[in-house]
């Protein structure tokens, strides 16, 4: 029996990097798995990979951006009624840009806020019914290494996965003696889209120097741009732990997964 069978889950950021990952990863453990995100493309291919290794019947797709209060509302309970309940879910979604904070607008700033930590809430919320109807139940967020260590010219980032962090801490309090378990995962020098579209985003006279700090320790081929990066699956494979039997007693902390980054 796979660890995972009987399991409902909700991945959002479902359409590639560490989420498209993570998916595969749950599925493949006997998971049931919806999994939702604003690329209707990406999810296609995310369908295709699962049915490459046979667990496409397991797996459905759901469309949501969940930086709208709406599409969150309709597409979690959509999701929720395509598995016939929910026993964990996974917050992947989410999006970075960089620049200098003194030149950020206001538009930016409240887009990466908007997205990344109100539209994590938006789906906890949404969800948090449907798990608590579970003697056991729990949710994986994801923070990153910027939230506790330093990221140049992603300021906003940095804010929105240390409140990701923070609000990860106050969900475990408030509903641990009801079943649910609250853990975020701070995934850093991880290749996705998104550090491979953030080269784009770094400011053209950027002080490459201060990124000295961001490389792993633990050898790995995979590359965004010049900068040493590891597979998505590292991610995934924790992220599988967290929410099986196997984490039943991880509640209310952080995980850190960088390769040695931030040792």
Not at 134 to 140: C, M
Not at 187 to 192: R, T
Not at 209 to 226: D, E, M, N, R
Request: charged letters at 15%.
């Amino acid at each position: 029996m796979k660890r995972l069978e009987d399991h409902r889950i909700l991945v959002t950021g479902a359409a590639s990097g560490i989420g498209q990952a993570t998916v595969l990863r749950l599925l493949d453990e006997g998971a049931t798995v919806v999994g939702a995100d604003i690329s209707t493309d990406g999810l296609v291919q995310t369908g295709e990979l699962a049915q490459q290794a046979g667990s496409d019947s397991r797996f459905t797709a759901l469309t949501m951006d969940i930086g709208d209060e709406t599409s969150v509302v309709e597409g979690v309970k959509a999701g929720i009624e395509a598995l016939g309940g929910l026993d964990a879910l996974v917050n992947a979604a989410g999006m970075l840009r960089a620049v200098h904070t003194h030149e950020m607008s206001l538009a930016s700033w409240n887009q990466i806020i908007a997205v990344n930590l109100t539209g994590t809430f938006l789906v906890i919320r949404e969800a948090l019914p449907a798990l608590l109807a579970n003697p056991r139940s729990a949710i994986v967020n994801f923070s990153s290494t910027s939230a506790a260590f330093a990221h140049p010219y992603m300021a906003a980032y940095a804010a929105s996965k240390g409140g990701i962090q923070s609000m990860t801490h106050s969900l475990a309090l408030e509903y641990g003696k009801q079943g649910l378990r609250a853990v975020s995962v701070a995934p850093g020098s991880i290749k996705s889209g998104i550090t491979d579209a953030t080269p784009g985003f770094i400011p053209s006279d950027a002080d490459w120097s201060l990124f000295a700090k961001l490389s792993p320790i633990v050898p790995t081929t995979l590359t965004s741009g010049t900068a040493a990066m590891g597979d998505p699956s590292a991610v995934a494979g924790v992220i599988a732990m967290l929410v099986s039997d196997d984490g039943v007693f991880i509640s209310g902390t952080e995980i850190r997964i960088d390769g040695g980054t931030h040792a």
